[in-house]
């Protein structure tokens, strides 16, 4: 049931119109459907990170010295992160993009539901992805690489706000992004790039350890780097926080940066978020 058929359900039964709340989930009902209905790329959007996260683990699985994980036990909280920015971000940026380009969000517009129904419609799918990926992850991770659960509540807290600052944060920024394709046909490549090079500098891919640290500094701009970070702090062992370039796991910084593109993601929305291309004005 479309968002339109809901509020004219809503209103006959009750004399008004529901509110933003109400058809934000019954939008929320809808992306996720939809989203079901191209198996291709739910295909792609949840095996992308797996198979990476194989992919590496084959190939780079000694201990790293000192640390008391192997480099495989290293990709996984990576690729929680990676995937966490994969299903908001990038996913995001290209959809809304895509909608804009199509004439979607234009009709939308013109229709009496209210702004903020749209928006939460795309959260619900973006908190719904990201945590069934997650879970994939988690479960590769502790079935094959020997990535322990948490045994205290506080770890598991700490993922929590993690999980949901990050893919907030994530999600905002692939809202702002969205605006800056000028057509459908570029979406990918404008929203990739910056994804694929930050994923190069914040310890997805090579690990941090690695990284000179002028990269880690432009990386520590951007949120991506504070995901792997805080998920490595709730999944591998504190003897592991010797790889990190501060030597610690850094909770209060992460949750500080986080909680920071929360807020400036917002703002970058609220002043760069178009209804209509640039084509129509």
Same mark, same amino acid.
């Given at each position: ?17 529901? $509110? &933003? ?8 009902? %809808? ?8 198996? +291709? ?15 590496? &683990?084959?190939?780079?699985?000694? +201990? ?9 036990? *290293?990709?996984?909280? &990576? ?12 996913? /995001? ?33 973006? %908190? ?9 992850? /988690? ?18 807290? +700490? ?7 990050? *893919? ?52 520590? /701009?951007?949120? *991506? ?7 490595? $702090? ?5 003897? &592991? ?26 703002? *970058?929305? /609220? ?11």
């Amino acid at each position: 049931m479309t968002t339109t058929a809901v509020a004219s359900r809503t209103r006959a039964r009750t004399g008004r119109l529901p $509110g &933003a709340w109400t058809l934000g989930l019954s939008r929320g009902a %809808l992306e996720i459907k939809q989203f079901f209905r191209q198996r +291709d790329q739910v295909v792609f959007t949840f095996s992308f990170p797996v198979v990476f996260l194989f992919l590496f &683990a084959a190939i780079f699985h000694d +201990d790293v010295r000192g640390s008391g994980v192997n480099a495989s036990q *290293l990709y996984v909280p &990576a690729m929680m992160a990676s995937g966490i920015m994969s299903t908001s971000f990038q996913s /995001l940026g290209i959809s809304i993009a895509v909608e804009r380009d199509e004439k979607v969000l234009r009709r939308l517009r013109g229709t009496p539901m209210p702004p903020a129904a749209y928006f939460l419609g795309k959260i619900w799918l973006v %908190l719904f992805t990201g945590a069934v990926e997650t879970a994939i992850l /988690l479960f590769a991770g502790t079935a094959f690489y020997g990535v322990r659960l948490p045994s205290e509540a506080s770890r598991w807290a +700490d993922f929590g706000w993690i999980f949901v600052l990050g *893919l907030t944060g994530c999600s905002l920024l692939g809202i702002a992004i969205s605006s800056v394709p000028r057509s459908a046909k570029s979406a990918s490549s404008v929203v990739v790039l910056p994804f694929l090079v930050l994923q190069f500098i914040s310890g997805v891919y090579i690990s941090i350890d690695t990284i000179p640290d002028w990269m880690l500094n432009v990386g520590a /701009l951007f949120p *991506l780097k504070w995901l792997c970070q805080g998920l490595r $702090g709730v999944f591998l062992p504190d003897s &592991a926080r010797v790889l990190e370039q501060a030597g610690s796991w850094e909770f209060g910084k992460v949750a500080l940066v986080l909680a920071a593109w929360c807020v400036g993601g917002l703002v *970058l929305c /609220l002043l760069t978020f178009r209804w209509k291309d640039r084509r129509d004005g």
